[in-house]
């Protein structure tokens, strides 16, 4: 069974960072590409960041480059968002996705095969 399990979202003031973390179990991670997403309520799912199976290659939305970086670390089965300078507007439900490569637009929810529950990003101005 794929799990895919976010951890790291918090309360933190507008100006802070916070690193979030997905631990993938069940699947082999090194074949898949991995994303991050974001949900703010009432809004669609937007894509966040992108970094392929090998980590060699990594694409970010307009609205979070030079400020956040995704890393990932195969041996350990882990996936990471280091986010920097929050703005209010970056509150959200942070989701973690999985997807086969060669499975569509980087930037597209319907890219990849497995989510994780969330975790929830509160930024206070």
């Known amino acids: 069974q794929v799990q895919l399990v976010e951890s790291g979202g918090g309360l933190v003031q507008a100006g802070g960072s916070l690193r979030l973390s997905c631990a993938a179990s069940?699947?082999?991670?090194?074949?898949?590409?991995m994303a991050w997403f974001r949900q703010a309520p009432g809004k669609e799912r937007e894509f966040v960041a992108h970094i392929t199976y090998s980590g060699g290659v990594t694409y970010y939305a307009d609205f979070v480059k030079g400020r956040f970086t995704v890393s990932r670390d195969n041996a350990k089965k882990m996936v990471y968002l280091q986010m920097n300078s929050l703005k209010p507007e970056d509150m959200a439900v942070y989701y973690c996705?999985?997807?086969?490569?060669?499975?569509?637009?980087?930037?597209?929810?319907?890219?990849?095969?497995?989510w994780g529950q969330g975790t929830q990003v509160t930024v206070s101005s």
């Open positions: 996705a999985a997807g086969a490569v060669g499975g569509g637009r980087y930037y597209e929810t319907i890219s990849y095969d497995y």
């Open positions: 069940g699947l082999i991670i090194r074949l898949y590409n």
